[in-house]
């Protein structure tokens, strides 16, 4: 084929945005408000330096309001293509369009990488096309989903697992395939492990294809929050490392998981993209039409930080609403996810001025777009410039990662004063911030850690940061981690902090699953996982960062004790009900009656670090005592009397080594004194059967 302008070509269709595959050829789609001219770049190979196909589109065949669009015959799936725009370059007014710069299809559904790919040409002057990253068509139709049913579990019946696609696996001793390690494929084969923790809802680390260079010199960006492309999944996730192989993998996986009764939840990166601030490269959205896609300051040849990554997507915008409408309802209808954590989703909450709505418009139509209807709906509520929304997101639909909960419940159990009403609010499903009309508590998603900050063994070990390999002289990451390193700096050989560690852990564990509210765990904090005290560790991708697992066998007391923790959750019916606990009792109604060490009689004063409770639900026989002992001297509570023939059994007390730290009801004690010595620093539960 003869390189050059072609004119073999159809005006085609505005609709639908991107390329779609229709049997007889592609058509092209692409929103550019402000462009002036626009051509669709088509290349054989990704590593192709020059185009083999390039063709300009006629502003009266080809454009349709602000939408330019072509029908080109005869391609297939798997074509390499970019747009290019011209128009003008006036930082000033808020207009970078560059038509050297090959663009990635903002509805691209797959992206190929060429070896020589550096996106640092895309910050100079110039043709960049043999360096560039190119879209790919996918052909939509024919997988053979086989009957492919989510397995659709309410909040209250969700325990959530965060764990990283490339991390879980990439470990030399995952026991995975070596090709597949790092990969979704390689996920698959872990599926047995997940099964047996007893999650049911795996929310991945973002997979919305991701600028894979870091702002350090030589890092990575492990994490993926720097998004190029949010149709497309991750191709370096991919043991396929064919664009339309990642695709299918991505939706094998799926499948997967679902046949195994496994959710799955995408943590999806809306809030900004790759581009970054003004110095950054021309990939997409800027080349395209930069004064709609960014929020941008007063001096619009500067963007908006709300996100801390440079730019600040204008989700409010119709059009950048339509695309991030059109994107969650293509991952849910096409590739089958059940539902989304937005990172940083406050700054949906921000006009194109940068300034807080009322009634944000993008929030709405993710809540009430009928597609998404059975979708989970997940908002990290703050922002990176202060807007801080935990409790009073917009919304019915909307759940809402605690901030709260991980923070009260870390100075708590590490000893701090002042917490005894706080706590008993995160016990009780923070009704004190999810307190509007029609709100439950299950919609808090209780989490002690996540991605962002320690993971739990290094909160028990660690009282500062040691973030040095990240290459910022230990500036980057979290000052407040409310982390206690229970006597010594790091790793250990005194077998007494060791012990208390462990204890420390479990306590941590054992109150985020006696919590009202949806429980997230931590990939690898059923075993101890550690960063060595790195608490922002998006650039390692390395064993710092990786699930070993090894520790599995080294920590398989831990191990155990979560697993049966777990288990214990979804077993009792009081923690299963999308009602706040009530108090005083009701005649069937689940309720909960405070104690202090003395029956009825809890201590709320600023010293005091003792709490007891009573959970009763007539209905299904549930009862537990629950006596919390957050203090460094022991504690004699007394317990209540049992129901009927029913007698009290101790099922957890984590200052016992394991087995006896957590016990199945017919293997636990019996417990016939009338008050049970809790030891320092350690949480009990009785179960009364």
């Known amino acids: 084929m003869s390189r050059g302008t072609v004119k073999t070509t159809y005006p085609g269709n505005s609709f ?10 592609v058509n092209f789609a692409v929103f550019a408000e402000f462009a002036d001219s626009m051509q669709l770049v088509l290349f054989d190979h990704e590593d192709d330096v020059q185009p083999s196909r390039i063709i300009e589109f006629d502003k009266t065949a080809n454009k349709t309001f602000f939408y330019w669009h072509v029908f080109v015959p005869g391609l297939k799936p798997g074509q390499r293509y970019g747009f290019r725009a011209g128009g003008p370059w006036e930082p000033e007014s808020g207009h970078r369009f560059d038509k050297a710069k090959l663009l990635l299809d903002p509805y691209g559904k797959a992206v ?15 043709d960049n096309c043999a360096t560039a990253a190119k879209s790919v068509v996918v052909d939509r139709r024919g997988y053979n989903w086989e009957g492919d049913q989510a397995p659709n579990y309410a909040y209250t019946e969700t325990v959530i697992y965060e764990l990283h696609v490339g991390g879980f696996t990439k470990h030399p001793n995952s026991g995975v395939t070596e090709s597949k390690r790092g990969t979704y494929a390689g996920l698959v084969e872990k599926i047995p492990y997940l099964k047996e923790l007893g999650i049911n809802c795996v929310e991945l680390m973002p997979i919305q294809q991701f600028e894979e260079s870091s702002f350090q ?7 993926g929050y720097n998004p190029i492309a949010f149709f497309a999944p991750h191709l370096g996730y991919s043991s396929d490392k064919d664009p339309l192989g990642a695709v299918k993998e991505f939706k094998d996986m799926v499948k997967a998981l679902h046949k195994a009764g496994i959710s799955v939840i995408l943590d999806v990166v809306f809030n900004h993209t790759a581009e970054g601030n003004q110095m950054g490269p021309t990939q997409s959205f800027r080349g395209l039409s930069n004064r709609v896609y960014y929020i941008l300051e007063p001096l619009k040849a500067y963007y908006s930080n709300f996100s801390g990554c440079g730019n600040t997507l204008n989700a409010n915008r119709s059009v950048v609403r339509r695309m991030i409408l059109d994107c969650l309802k293509y991952w849910v209808a096409e590739m089958h996810v059940d539902g989304f954590r937005f990172d940083l989703a406050s700054t949906f909450s921000r006009d194109e001025y940068g300034r807080p709505l009322e009634n944000p418009p993008i929030l709405w139509d993710i809540e009430t777009d009928p597609i998404l209807a059975n979708a989970k709906i997940i908002a990290e509520p703050w922002d990176a410039a202060g807007l801080y ?8 639909r909307w759940a809402e990662w605690n901030g709260r909960f991980r923070d009260d419940v870390r100075q708590f159990i590490k000893s701090d004063r002042g917490l005894i009403q706080d706590i008993a609010a995160r016990i009780t499903g923070s009704a004190d911030l999810f307190s509007k009309p029609g709100a439950l508590p299950n919609r808090s998603i209780n989490f002690v850690t996540c991605h962002d900050g320690f993971t739990l063994a290094d909160l028990v070990s660690y009282n500062g940061k040691h973030n040095l390999e990240n290459g910022e002289g230990n500036r980057d990451g979290a000052n407040a981690n409310f982390s206690w390193n229970c006597g010594v700096e790091g790793s250990t050989d005194d077998q007494e902090i060791i012990q208390l560690r462990e204890r420390q852990m479990k306590n941590l564990m054992t109150l985020l699953m006696v919590s009202e509210g949806t429980p997230m765990l931590t990939m690898g904090d059923e075993v101890r996982r550690t960063q060595k005290g790195n608490n922002n560790a998006y650039c390692q991708d390395n064993e710092i960062s990786w699930f070993d697992w090894k520790l599995t066998e080294t920590h398989a007391d831990m191990h155990r004790f979560v697993k049966m923790l777990i288990e214990l959750y979804g077993s009792l019916k009081i923690f299963q009900l999308d009602d706040f606990w009530m108090a005083p009792a009701t005649a069937s109604h689940p309720h909960l009656t405070w104690h202090g060490v003395k029956l009825y009689q809890p201590d709320w004063g600023p010293d005091s670090h003792m709490l007891a409770f009573t959970l009763d639900y007539p209905e299904s026989g549930d009862h537990l005592h629950i006596m919390l002992n957050a203090y460094w001297r022991e504690g004699v509570f007394q317990i209540p009397e049992s129901h009927g023939e029913q007698q009290w059994h101790r099922i957890v007390d984590t200052s016992l080594a394991s087995p006896d730290d957590i016990r199945y009801t017919k293997y636990a004690p019996l417990v016939t004194s009338t008050h049970y010595k809790v030891n320092p620093r350690t949480i009990a539960i009785l179960k009364a059967e």
């Open 16 to 25: 639908p945005l991107g390329a779609t595959y229709l049997g007889a050829g």
């Open 389 to 396: 929304q935990v409790g009073t997101f917009i919304g019915h």
């Open 112 to 126: 190929a990488f060429p070896k020589a790919y550096d996106p640092e040409t895309a910050k100079v002057p110039g």
């Open 217 to 223: 010199p030589h890092l990575s960006n492990y994490w």
